[in-house]
């Protein structure tokens, strides 16, 4: 039987951009370079030859971005720092100008009565750092918490709520070993180096923050529950591999002090071996954790997929979005009672969940409808009110995008937006699912009760 839906009253409803993604002007103000500025303005690296140069302008229309999530009704925002905005560098030098962005920035939600949520690395390396070896690199531990203790000195006082990396398992899967991402690597030997580095610079900054910060910190994943294809002895080993390096990979350390075993057997003799001293740095005891749910996997064992020997199986019956994602609502439920199971149930915010559709043109009225998006929005907030009903700490909900913005390798063709951009214009426009998501806030959740 399922229960009536109703979110707590200080539940908060957000949505979450990345600065890369929705910034544009990335040299402006004294800013350095970063890895994706780079990445895009090298041939052939994303798609039609896209970049961020003005992406959806944010950096100059923040105030009426702000506006439009008041109109909306949300009550939270979480968005990233460039860390080249602020340390053009990476190191050393801190660019004011930078700095005093992200100040009007926070200081113009709380005048809107939203919170920030501050996400430190959402990507963008400065390119500086890269060229010293970046996330391969074991000095970027204490770059990094040098980078973030000047953000904490400066913003601790208004942002109560901190994440220090954004997905690193896509930093490292794309951008060192499949090379999809920036820095465009693909060798199997760097990425769980990368992955660890990341790991050892989140337990600095962390630990930084615990001597400067008064508030809340954590960290966000993405998540993809790995179902078997079978019972077969071989496409359940598949599929636990499959869910070591995705799900485990980062979780393990940050909350248990310990690597996955699979992880050694997927990566043979490039796995490394880590002084132990390393993972009393990773495990910091973390305020909450940020999950980034979208879709799930179904998983066989497959001799040919390199380096995991695990495929998903496309589902015959199922809903795909355009980045090719099966829609799957209850594997949000199910991921967030993994989690409150195997990590003893943490404070949890979905910090990103959204679907990229086509959209139609915008109606002569300024009307978007978005069927397929607002579906998926409807189905994963019930879903996620299921895994509170089992017992899940959950606090709050995040949506991928407020606006359409730059998917990364992908440019501008996918849209995740809740709100329309008209790239030529920057008209915003805010679809279907931006009115059904203000609905769903303004009644605490309860007007999915209705049919
Ligand atoms: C990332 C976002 C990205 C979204 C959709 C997440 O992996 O954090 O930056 O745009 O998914 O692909």
Known sequence: MSTRIKFPANFLWGSATSAFQVEGSPLADGAGPSIWQRFCHTPNMVRDGDNGDVACDH???????????????????????????????????????????????????????IEPMVTLFHWDLPAALDDRGGWLNPDIAGWFADYATVVFRRLDGRVKLWATLN???????????HGALAPGHRNRFEAPIAAHQLMRAHGAAVKAYRGEGKHRIGVVVNLEPKYAASEGDADRAATARADAYMNRQFLDPMLLGKYPEELAEIFGEAWPCWPAGDLELI?????????????????????????????????????????GWEVFPQGLTDILIWVKQRYGNPPLYITEN?????????????RIDDPLRVDYLRKH????????????????????????????????SKRFGIVHVDFETQKRTPKNSARLYSKIIASHGTMLNEP
Do not use: C
């Open 59 to 113: 950096y100059r229309r923040y105030r009426e971005d702000i506006a439009l999530m008041r109109e909306l009704g949300l009550n939270a925002y979480r968005f990233s720092i460039s860390w080249s905005r602020v340390l053009p560098s990476g190191r050393g030098t801190v660019n004011a100008a930078g700095l005093d962005f992200y100040e009007r920035l926070v200081d113009t939600l709380l005048q809107h009565g």
């Open 167 to 177: 997905e690193p398992w896509v930093v490292t899967d794309g951008g060192y070993l």
């Open 381 to 412: 907030v019930a879903a996620m009110h299921a895994a509170i009903e089992a017992g899940a700490d959950l606090r709050g909900y995040f949506a991928w995008s407020l606006l359409d913005n730059f998917e990364w390798s992908h440019g501008y």
């Open 283 to 323: 495990k910091q005891p973390l305020d909450f954790v940020g999950i980034n749910y979208y879709t799930r996997n179904v998983t066989r064992f497959d001799r040919d997929a390199w380096p995991l020997r695990a495929a998903p199986v496309r589902q015959k019956r199922a809903t795909y979005t355009e980045t």
């Open 354 to 366: 959204g679907a990229a559709f086509f959209d139609p043109p915008t109606a002569q009225d300024d």
